[in-house]
């Protein structure tokens, strides 16, 4: 069996600046998604997922600058973006009540930025209320075109933005749910947490204080509810 879904989204912002009531600029979002689900066997599943994102407008920073021989000068980014993402998913059964899952995603755009994420998976019920999960994730890109730690020259296109440098991250969390209140067919109530071990290296960042390469470590803890009726 073969299920197949589909998506649009289009969202628009006006990007202004504190403090310069004179600022403001626009930026068009459109994302287009296709995806197909695959019945493998009866304890094997296998998703693949398409996307195509379109942004036109302002796309930098009003707040942001680059380094011209350690000379600060504003952002200038292009004014538009598209972008292609594939991703590979495959969830299966094991054990009692448990779940194994690996996904493998594979990005790139016209800013020249290439990423790769790569995430492995388990789930497990443990009675018939809580849910438990562990996952690890992998994720490194390269940098955009037009991205430098120092330009040696004034160029069209000029970003320190950390987010277009090469860098990778992990990921390691892990996630508990328990359904609070449930009825087959008519609604169903969930609380739980989650906390996520992260940790940044970058490796044509450095930070202005120091001077060295910068990375950061994060814990990230949330708790959520859910409804669904």
Same mark, same amino acid.
């Given at each position: 069996?073969?299920?197949?879904?589909?998506?649009?989204?289009?969202?628009?912002? =006006?990007?202004?600046?504190?403090?310069?009531? $004179?600022?403001?600029?626009?930026?068009?979002?459109?994302?287009?998604?296709?995806?197909?689900?695959?019945?493998?066997?009866?304890?094997?599943?296998?998703?693949?997922?398409?996307?195509?994102?379109?942004?036109?407008?302002?796309?930098? $920073?009003?707040?942001?600058?680059?380094?011209?021989?350690?000379?600060?000068?504003?952002?200038?980014?292009?004014?538009?973006?598209?972008?292609?993402?594939?991703?590979?998913?495959?969830?299966?059964?094991?054990?009692?009540?448990?779940?194994?899952?690996?996904?493998?995603?594979?990005?790139?755009?016209?800013?020249?930025?290439?990423?790769?994420? =790569?995430?492995?998976?388990?789930?497990?019920?443990?009675?018939?209320?809580?849910?438990?999960?562990?996952?690890?994730?992998?994720?490194?890109?390269?940098?955009?075109?037009?991205?430098?730690?120092?330009?040696?020259?004034?160029?069209?296109?000029?970003?320190?933005?950390?987010?277009?440098?090469?860098?990778?991250?992990?990921?390691?969390?892990?996630?508990?749910?328990?359904?609070?209140?449930?009825?087959?067919?008519?609604?169903?109530?969930?609380?739980?947490?989650?906390?996520?071990?992260? $940790?940044?290296?970058?490796?044509?960042?450095?930070?202005?204080?120091?001077?060295?390469?910068?990375?950061?470590?994060?814990?990230?803890?949330?708790?959520?509810? $859910?409804?669904?009726?």
């Amino acid at each position: 069996m073969t299920t197949v879904n589909v998506g649009y989204t289009h969202g628009w912002d =006006t990007v202004m600046k504190h403090g310069d009531p $004179s600022f403001s600029q626009p930026a068009d979002h459109w994302q287009y998604r296709l995806g197909a689900t695959q019945v493998l066997t009866a304890r094997w599943l296998m998703t693949l997922n398409l996307e195509a994102i379109a942004d036109d407008g302002y796309l930098a $920073s009003p707040y942001r600058v680059a380094r011209v021989f350690g000379a600060a000068v504003p952002e200038v980014d292009p004014s538009t973006r598209s972008s292609r993402a594939a991703q590979l998913r495959v969830v299966g059964s094991v054990g009692a009540n448990g779940a194994v899952r690996a996904e493998y995603r594979y990005f790139w755009d016209t800013w020249d930025i290439h990423a790769n994420t =790569t995430e492995l998976g388990y789930s497990q019920y443990a009675g018939s209320r809580w849910l438990l999960d562990a996952y690890a994730r992998y994720y490194s890109q390269g940098h955009a075109l037009f991205y430098s730690n120092d330009f040696t020259s004034e160029m069209q296109y000029m970003s320190r933005n950390r987010q277009l440098s090469t860098f990778n991250d992990v990921g390691l969390g892990a996630k508990a749910s328990y359904t609070a209140l449930r009825e087959a067919g008519r609604y169903e109530v969930k609380v739980g947490a989650e906390f996520e071990r992260l $940790s940044f290296h970058y490796n044509d960042f450095t930070d202005i204080r120091t001077g060295q390469l910068y990375s950061f470590n994060a814990n990230v803890f949330e708790l959520f509810v $859910s409804a669904l009726f």
